[in-house]
């Protein structure tokens, strides 16, 4: 932000010079031609910065042959190979230590098989399986790699999507399984022993209906919450809670 500030001034700058050592007048920001020249000079420089800008958020399309850039301390950073403008086969990209940092494999420019990414320390951070351009299962994994969460089918196919996430200890904190159609399915939740916690059912994404309380150590109900997907104007997060 800083830097656009100062390049904004220095045009600004330029502008105003110009105008003053032209000496036809003494006062630039009391003309008209000026601040039309000001105006169209930074309307000109947004422009390109847009262009810049977009051009590099949507991705050029990747000159054919091997691409490589590097690290300003002269190790790789990325590396892949591509024809007709689309990444084919394995595309690498590497920490400043040199550790790999992301692997995956492309083939007419979509992503398929199974790509990973890694932490700084070696360890797989994520790990996703692709089938027809989606990603059809998905894992991430914490430090020291015990599973910190993981999805099945995820929402953009009709298959149930399943979704877990653990406890640092590697055991289950949550589940859900939801019909991606009418996204309907049920959720429980878990003591950190493995034992459930609260369990129920959503509707249209949301919790409706009876949800229990269970003891940690005897699974007997402590307590229940009721809601409503339906009612919104006494609806708190997920839906309404009638006690």
Known sequence: MSELLLIYGGLFTVVWTVFKLSRRHNNPFKNVFFWTILLLTSAGFTAFLFYSFTNNFFGAPPEDGWNRRYHK?????TEFFAADGKIEGVYKSYYLNGQLQFYSKYANGMQIDTSFAYYENGQTSNL?????SKTIFEVNYSHNGLKKSERYNPIDTLEDNYYITYYPNGKKEFETRIDNRNLEGNGIYYYTTGRIKYQ????DGRKNGIWLYLDSLTGNIL??????????DNSKKDGD???
């Open 223 to 232: 307590d229940r919450d009721t809601f409503n997907f339906k009612k919104k």
């Open 241 to 243: 809670r009638n006690n």
């Open 200 to 203: 129920g059912q959503y509707k």
């Open 128 to 132: 996703q399986v692709f089938k027809d």
């Open 73 to 77: 301390n002269g190790k790789i950073e």
